[in-house]
């Protein structure tokens, strides 16, 4: 009965239990409750208050937040254009690489053909049997001296040795 008499007035029973090996007893404390309307009252005023407080968009604030967005834009604006860049790049060093791979087979295949005119069995056969070509015979070699040039020119007359 006692205890109802408590809950009218606002106030709350609670037990108490002592830490230990042995309870040896349950003591009872009595809380005053706390007036509800009071408490959501003070708690909207606080909300209130911190609302507006939140919402004041002060001259600094908007400062603030345009250099913000300013440095944020331009930051995205030159993201942009450096991935443009890299992406134009890519494309170049993709095309440079196709024309090297085209100049090496080129440069390969030139190659292979310069080594088979430096093959001379190569160029004999080629000269024997395409192109109807015979070694020289002994009446047709004419020889010369030319001991005071290491070269000969090519309009100057050829002296025939005897």
């Known amino acids: 009965m006692a205890a109802d008499a408590r809950r009218r007035m606002g106030e709350q029973e609670f037990e108490v239990y002592a830490e230990g090996n042995t309870l040896r007893r349950v003591e009872r404390i009595t809380v005053p409750k706390e007036n509800e309307q009071q408490r959501k009252k003070t708690i909207n005023v606080q909300a209130r208050k911190n609302r507006a407080r939140a919402m004041e968009l002060t001259a600094v604030h908007a400062a603030v937040l345009m250099t913000a967005t300013l ?33 090496r087979t080129l440069s390969d295949s030139l190659e292979d053909s310069m080594k088979l005119s430096l093959d001379l069995d190569y160029v004999y056969r080629v000269a024997t049997q395409k192109l109807g070509m015979v070694y020289p015979t002994e009446e047709q070699v004419i020889r010369f001296d030319r001991t005071e040039l290491e070269y000969v020119r090519q309009f100057e007359e050829i002296p025939i040795a005897d």
């Open 71 to 103: 440095v944020i834009s331009i930051f995205c604006c030159r993201l942009l254009l450096l991935q443009s860049q890299v992406i134009r790049i890519k494309k170049d060093i993709r095309q440079t690489q196709a024309m090297i791979t085209e100049y």
